[in-house]
């Protein structure tokens, strides 16, 4: 676990920018494994792997802005930047994060029960005491502050997850075929734009970078590990879309949840079966992370909004909302039309376009490497 | 980090390491509570569908001197295997209806085969397969057979020897199935659907028949031609003698024995390895023919009337293309597309596809295919006689 860096009396004075840039790639990877490959089977079918290769260069020049915002002004937090550079806005823009946040938190929220229920006998556990475990958690993990979180993540991240994920991949279903990628482009471009869109919107989710902007130790190391950790995520959604292709072929696109089908598929020497179970590792996490980190992002920039000294207590407000507005989604169909629109809308005007006019702004201005002066409203709150 | 902190993190680990088991398996059924299956399948009589199960009696593992595999002179009232039936106008409702059988509940996890009954799959197993992917309990991984006659029938014989139940016998067969390209292929349920989406292909089944004079220590059936189907409806029987070839040319070919002729002699080669190419032939935006390649290697098991290694891999090679030539053309008298040449076509060239899909059979009985052998007998035996 890479640790943060302490003060002489031992307590910790932030987090690093990589444990920053792991939290927004797990939770991007979760949702890589469940919705998105969802939307790209559905969508773009077996030429889904082009829609992400469309989406690339694009993604990483959105990422590269967002993190050179945020390595670049110093200081400040999205808040803070948004109040700096655009005044009066951040009354309008600042409110559009906040739901834009509590919107993400509740559909993952939504989309842990919905994957949960696929594995047949949660269905004798009641519906609320997974989203209370999981909401009540991810209050928890952001009242204990961001840093707690990270290294939780870290941590499960390195020594559960990537070591499970390199044996499942490893297994494959030894039914894979190359030859089921073809024909290529067969339903035209219309599709693959469609989806390149959806994924792009999806890397806005990297938003939240700046929200932690001021927590982060050595900003200047963000934008280099934001573009690392993208890179890795355009790797791992390539697998995630390629690898149940090539397994189910044409059919993938009839199917649900493609990644998680794919596990459920692996039979290695007929007698390593039954690995789908392994599936709930990931999604507690993947979606736990998420839920705390939206719904400590949304508190976070409710506060620095409203000028309040402290988060927590929004927490007790905000995590209650989610559980309320996850029942207001109830079925899958819903779940997944909102998720679709969040991310390509949502997180695609919010999460790219307005950091990137930050950006160009800043630059205009000739702020971009300035220090800030905070004032006592722009005070970056760090825990 | 603070001491308290460190706390912290380790009670939300523990939380996320403990969350799992809310989502878990069966922890909520004890074992003798359980019943596991190990073949079942659906039959369709007067428009209803019947599910049936073969089941593992758990308790009967706990009862002293019970089951049926107990020794000789010991009897007891716990079968070690019984079954379990219901019904209904949908396979999901027949499957409900078993279910309620039974108080005690039905681990599906190690199900390997679902056996279709002939007239249910003539009435299309579509609605049966779309049942069981809706159901979280099946795999993906379980294997697809249909049955001539009844499930029923076949899951209600009886025999003596090492094999102590059907189940276990059809366990057997499966195994058999999937290791031995002789018999047949097992397709898993997402091999149903993926061939099921191909353009043009007909899907081909593994089949068993009651066969009433079998061995007194094998099981009472068999694995016979395999089933046809087209639109998810039992269509035809690919005699037993033509699936092997179907398997080289759809790339599922693992090893099997040809017979050879030469000099007057009969003898046999085994393959051990082989690979197919299929190419269409398409110039001018027309599909002109089928071009396939079938390469294999092969060790001498028996000479023909020469020892003479040209002679007798063009015999070898012979004996293939024979075998290959009738199986192309059982495919273009009937119809039905077992090897996947629409696909091909499709894949190669989706334009063409759309024009000669539209009468796929019709363009299939014309197409020309151009057969290649390629056979190396890499392994000539240590004796010479």
Redesign the interface.
Known sequence: MTGARRRQGGSAVGITAWQLVWMVVTTLAIEDATVIDHFLAHVAGIDSWVSILVAAPMGLLGVWAIATLASRRRGFDLVAILRNDLGWLVYLLGPAFVLLFIADATLSSRTFVLVAKTLGEEAYVPEGAFLLLLIGTAMWGAWLGIEVVARVNTAVLWLVDVPLGIFLAALGTNHESLVRLLPILANGWGPIWDMAMFMLGKTGEFVVILVYATAVEVPAKLTRASLWGFCLLIVMALGHSVGPALTFGQSVSDVTWPSYSQIRAIEFGRFLQNLAVTAVIFWIHGFWLETTLFLDAAARTTAKVLGMRSHRKLLLVLGPVVFGLVYLIPTEAQALSERRLLDTWGFLILGLVVPILLLVISVLRGRASRTATPSRRGTPLIR | ??RK?RG??AV??C??AL??I?????N?YETNELLIPDGFGFDWHNGKYYAIASLYNTRAAMTPGGGAGGSAGQSSVVPETFHLTGHGTDPGQALTDMNHVSTRHILW?PSLIVLIGQAAAQHGIGAILDTLTH???F???IAVMIVHGTVRALLDTRQSGPETSVSRSLKLLE?TT?FDESAAWAP?L??V??I???QGRSLLLPAFRLTGDAYPKGPPFAISDSAVLLNDRLVAWLPRSQVRMVLWMT?RFVRSTFAITCGGGAGSVDVDHASARVLPVIAGGQLKAMDVTLTARASLIKPCGTHDITTLQEAAAAAVDTEASSTIAWVKDHGYDVLGFGTDV?????SVWARVGQNWPGALATLPVDLRVQLTLATVGLTKS
């Not at chain 2, 809310?22 to 069966?26: M, N, V, Y």
Request: net charge positive.
């Open positions: 980090m603070s902190r912290c993190l939300v680990l939380l996320l969350a799992p809310l989502a878990g398996c069966w909520k996890a159901e979280p309990w795999r993906p991984t195994q999937h898993r997402f091999d659907y993926r099921d989406a191909d790339g499709y894949r190669a060239s989706p």
